[in-house]
């Protein structure tokens, strides 16, 4: 009786915290695991997507997709293969959703020695991993996966595998935005914590300016030289740098010029870059940077050239849309209380804005990327995994 008793108590508790629990996993973790390490194996870190790309077309073929092409976009970038885009029809009317990853890596990448350590998968510390962003890529194909063959609703998806997204969002640019039908997107390249989703990014503006003096020999002829150098320090002077608001900042990265101690200097190049969250206020502070070139240049008896190139748009995706919102409500199902929050940094998203396709930026577990200590945390990758396919699933719900 006792035993009966003892019994029915650990039955009940059982019950009680399963049901306490979060939802069971829908996704295949090993499987998941299994696709990272495939694309891993695949060298994509020295604009060579060629390989990669074939590969995914071919998954995306078996899992289903009513069309998968790869673009011609590398014939202008260079290397050997494009962007790879594949559509699925939806079960539902909803709006299309788009899913993106990139295909290229940082390097070095020969000879990945991956090392499976503890909940993490790392390498060797002689090369990157390249959980960024193979982590998202691997996702999305998971993704892909659990939704064919457990038969779960999903919207029409778009999904866009792009090339040079580490060279400066290049694949994106190049893609041909009316290739894409979808509103509304997810950025699988986010960082390591499923807590963080990204609805913002800045701004970006990269300036170039040669400062043109006149040289002359420093002790002979001082008068005749017009120095460059002190054109360019004057101007850099005349500018805030760093970080001037919580909304923007501005950096001089390369100063090259001067040939000798002995001759005033005719040449200086510099280059840097404006960003901010405000669109207008970067653009502002671009201009004003140009004219006081321009100003301290004619000062000086020189000329200043100045190149101006908006590298990439603002992701402003408002906290309250409706993809933001599905964000957080699948994230609190999972036990993960995640917040809207916003990078400095660019994704192929800033590109995706550009085009009118408001943007979350997702998180997929990969930490410390773009060095040899990169690793993947396999347990957030399994949760940012989850989050996606039930993002889709939920996002099925909605009428166009
Ligand atoms: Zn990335």
Known sequence: ?????????????????????????????ERMTETFLALVKIDSGNENEGEIGRYLMERLRALGADSVEMDEVHKQIGGDGGNVIARFKGTTNAPPLLLNAHMDTVSPTPNIQVVRDGERIRT???????????????????????????????????????????????????LAPRKLGAKHGLVVDGREIPEEIFVQSPTHWRFEVVFNGRASHAGAEPEKGRNAIVMASKAIAQMSWGRIDPDTSANVGVIEGGQAMNIVPDRVKLVGEFRSFDPERVKALAEKWKAVCEQVAQEHEGTAEVTLTKTFDAVRTAPDSPLAQTALKVMRQLGVEARLTRTGGGSDANVFAGFGIDCLVFPTGAADIHSNQENLILPNFYLCGEGILRIVMEWAGRSS
């Open 1 to 29: 009786m006792r035993n009966r008793l003892f019994l029915s108590l650990i039955v009940w508790w059982l019950v009680a915290s399963l049901g306490a629990q979060t939802p069971d996993f829908l996704i295949n973790r």
């Open 124 to 174: 060797d510390g002689s090369t990157i991993l390249g959980a960024d962003n193979k982590a998202g890529i691997a996702i999305i194909l998971e993704v892909l996966q659990t939704l064919r063959e457990r038969n779960l609703p999903h919207p029409p998806l778009e999904v866009v595998f792009t090339i040079r997204e580490e060279k400066g969002l290049q694949g994106a640019k190049a």
